[in-house]
């Protein structure tokens, strides 16, 4: 795996990770964590959902991610824009939330970084 610099508003982190992609959904996840409350709740719908999503990570992150594998402030950094990180991280979430219930498992948080596998590398830029 790679170390990777990940930018955006609050985060300011170096995560390890198998692509430059799934570096920034684990950096994400640091933000969004205390949002996977959403995905147990039935009353809310998707839309819903997303809605909450976005507006919490922009609240925290800037419109774009930057990710370096050289470090902080890069002007060659990766540029994926926010949403649609915020998006696959969504994305993961639901997948997951819906294995624990086909399961017949209690919910519980869902740490990304233990399931990076399952995203798409759509992201860059």
């Known amino acids: ?35 996977v409350w959403i995905y147990d ?6 839309e819903i959902r997303r809605d909450h999503l976005m507006i919490e990570a922009l609240y925290n992150l800037d419109a774009v991610i930057r990710v370096s594998e050289k470090g902080f402030n890069r002007d060659d950094a990766w540029v994926m824009g926010t949403p649609e990180v915020v998006e696959e991280w969504h994305l993961l979430m639901t997948r997951l939330s819906g294995l624990y219930v086909a399961a017949g498992l209690p919910s519980r948080p869902l740490p990304v970084s233990d399931c990076t596998a399952l995203a798409s590398p759509s992201l860059a830029s």
């Open 41 to 46: 709740d039935p009353s809310m719908s998707e």
């Open 1 to 35: 795996m790679s170390k990777f610099y990940i930018q955006s508003g609050v985060i300011n982190l170096v995560v390890d990770g198998e692509s430059a992609e799934l570096a920034a959904i684990s950096a994400l996840d640091s933000v969004m964590s205390p949002h």
